[in-house]
C-alpha cells in the first residue's frame, strides 16, 4: 500500500550558484559527501548534487513533513545499487526513488510503499 508520494524539481543553476563547502555539508550525507569527492568533472559534481537535492525534497514531502520538520537534508542518504539505481533506506517504508537531470533542471520522485 502507498503510503506517500512526493516530487521535486530544482533549477541546476540555482544548486550551481549556492556550491561551497558549507552548503555541500548542510545538504549531502557523509556517505554522498564521499561519492562526489569522486567527481572530477565541475558540472557532474552540480548535477549530482542538485539530483540529491531534489530526491531529499520529494522525500521530505512523500513523508508529509517537509524538510527541518523531520529530516534535515543531511540526515538522509541517497546511494545508488550495483545497476546505478539509486535508493533510500528507511526502516518504515520500502521507498521508490527516480531521479532525472537534463541540461538545466534535476528532478526527482519517491514513493513510499509500506513495509
Known sequence: ??????????????????????FIKRILHPEEIELL???????????FTAGRFAVKEAYSKAYGTGIGSK??????????????KPYIDDDHYKVHVTIAHSASVA????????L
Open 37 to 47: 569527492k569522486d567527481m572530477s568533472h565541475d558540472d557532474r559534481r552540480v548535477s
Open 107 to 114: 528532478t526527482a520522485f519517491v514513493v513510499l510503499e509500506q
Open 71 to 84: 529530516f534535515r537534508f543531511n540526515e538522509i542518504c541517497c546511494l545508488n545499487d550495483e545497476k546505478g
Open 1 to 22: 500500500m502507498i503510503a506517500g508520494i512526493g516530487t521535486d524539481v530544482i533549477e541546476i543553476e540555482r544548486i550551481r550558484n549556492l556550491m561551497s563547502e558549507k
